[in-house]
């Protein structure tokens, strides 16, 4: 008998070994492919961060509401921005973006006639600093529109605030707030590696509680990164 469970001991000490090996080979197989799922559902369902930024080029116009008689006229033949974005996805269809965007607008000032023989005409750049606050709805998979609140800084030189502030502030404030607001139509694609591209064509209408009235009209290419 002892014979027997000597010869038979090995066989079964090795048939149990191995069966544990096996099984701890699939036990770790298994818990490698639940991880590796989980990973991914994470990864689906955790990119709801998106960094990027955009370049813009547009026209504008600006002016008084309601127009003052013999007031100076403003010309704005373009204006360019860069941006920096951010969004965060708030359901399947709605994405809440913000970010800080500067504006350099070249802009031609006409004085009104003063009866003095002068140049009437001379360029005057405007710079904003502007933070959005917009609701982006998604229409589809690569269509959206996006509109919001727009939260603006007039900023230039004490000489030309002396032409663009209004006659009931301070002539020599060098910048000045107003709020604006904005409608878009774009198209985005974003690709498996995370990255995502844009084209947004614009309209905002700064100065909503201002006489001061500046109206934009642009297209926007952004980039950016899903994360």
């Known amino acids: 008998m ?3 469970i000597n010869i038979l001991e090995p066989t079964f000490m090795h048939t ?3 069966g544990i090996r096996i099984f701890s080979m699939k036990k770790n197989t298994i818990l490698l492919a639940v991880c590796l799922c989980a990973i991914s559902l994470f990864g689906q369902n955790g990119k709801k961060n998106t960094i990027g930024a ?3 080029y547009g ?3 600006y002016g008084y509401l309601p127009a003052e008689k013999g007031a100076n006229s403003y010309n704005v033949k373009y204006y360019y921005s860069l941006a920096l974005d951010y969004s965060r996805q708030l359901s399947k269809r709605l994405d809440l973006c913000s970010g800080v965007e500067y504006s350099y607008d070249n802009t031609t000032v006409t004085q009104s006639y003063t ?4 140049d009437r005409n001379f360029r005057s750049n405007l710079t904003l600093i502007t933070v959005p606050v917009q609701i982006k709805y ?3 998979k690569f ?3 996006n509109g919001g609140m727009f939260f603006n800084i007039l900023s230039q030189t004490r000489e030309t605030a002396e032409w663009f502030l209004p006659p009931n502030r301070t002539r020599n404030n060098n910048a000045n707030l107003f709020l604006g607001l904005g409608l878009g139509i ?3 694609h974003t690709f498996d590696s995370g990255i995502m591209v844009s084209l947004n064509p614009y309209a905002r209408w700064n100065g909503i509680v201002e006489r001061l009235q500046y109206v934009q009209a642009g297209v926007s290419l952004g980039i950016g990164y899903k994360f």
């Open 143 to 145: 269509i959206y529109f």
């Open 2 to 4: 002892d014979k027997i």
């Open 138 to 140: 998604h229409a589809g």
């Open 186 to 188: 774009g198209l985005e």
């Open 115 to 118: 009866g003095q023989e002068s």
């Open 59 to 61: 026209i504008g116009d």
């Open 54 to 56: 955009h370049i813009a």
């Open 16 to 18: 149990t070994t191995k």
